[in-house]
T-cell receptor
């Protein structure tokens, strides 16, 4: 157990819909990262927040947005969903000197 | 442009033997590297890291070697155990940039 929690574990929805994925970092970690892993793909970095502020952006679509709240939990909002958005979405939090990221169990999103 | 490459998508090793997973990178600005292990339907788990000021770091059965001139690192697992069967990701970062660049992973199968 990494200490990072993600909800929900599974999400099934239809094209065009909007969903929100939630992540709580490990106690004491200020940074949250979001990743997407599609079938047979590596981890694609989406976005990073540090203590409530956006710190780095990766390959995040304009239909996607995220925020980190004062209690440090983060939400990833995915809108106008397409079939290709079906993937595992991971969040991670970090503390170590070399950016060791601790991952949550992921949310599996299926868009039908 | 894949800055971190894991050229072997899969590797099969006999239990008790050595597993060697390789990773190449192109960006000379990377100054730390991490290895993660991932089981199906779980988030990646941090294994071991190495700073560019070192050429070797060891933690139990896991050793990471870094060859900066060749821009190459490798993860050695000795002895390999069936429980090591997983996908292994190499990731790299630089300085204060908290964004990790990930390889696509190598699937290791350790056969009893």
């Amino acid at each position: 157990d990494s200490g990072v929690t993600q909800t929900p574990k599974h999400l099934i929805t239809a094209t065009g819909q909007r969903v929100t994925l939630r992540c709580s970092p490990r106690s004491g970690d200020l940074s949250v990262y979001w990743y997407q892993q599609s079938l047979d793909q590596g981890l694609q970095f989406l976005i990073q927040y540090y203590n409530g502020e956006e710190r780095a952006k990766g390959n995040i679509l304009e239909r996607f947005s995220a925020q980190q709240f004062p209690d440090l939990h983060s939400e990833l909002n995915l809108s106008s969903l397409e079939l290709g958005d079906s993937a595992l979405y991971f969040c991670a939090s970090t503390r170590g000197e070399y950016n060791e990221q601790f991952f949550g169990p992921g949310t599996r999103l299926t868009v039908l | 442009d894949q800055q971190v490459k894991q050229n072997s998508p899969s590797l099969s090793v006999q239990e008790g033997r050595i597993s060697i997973l390789n990773c190449d990178y192109t960006n000379s600005m990377f100054d730390y590297f991490l290895w993660y292990k991932k089981y199906p339907a779980e988030g990646p788990t941090f294994l071991i890291s190495i700073s560019s000021i070192k050429d070797k770091n060891e933690d139990g059965r896991f050793t990471v070697f870094l060859n900066k001139s060749a821009k190459h690192l490798s993860l050695h697992i000795v002895p390999s155990q069936p429980g090591d069967s997983a996908v292994y990701f190499c990731a790299a970062g630089s300085g204060n940039n908290r964004k990790l660049i990930w390889g696509l992973g190598t699937s290791l199968a350790v056969n009893p």
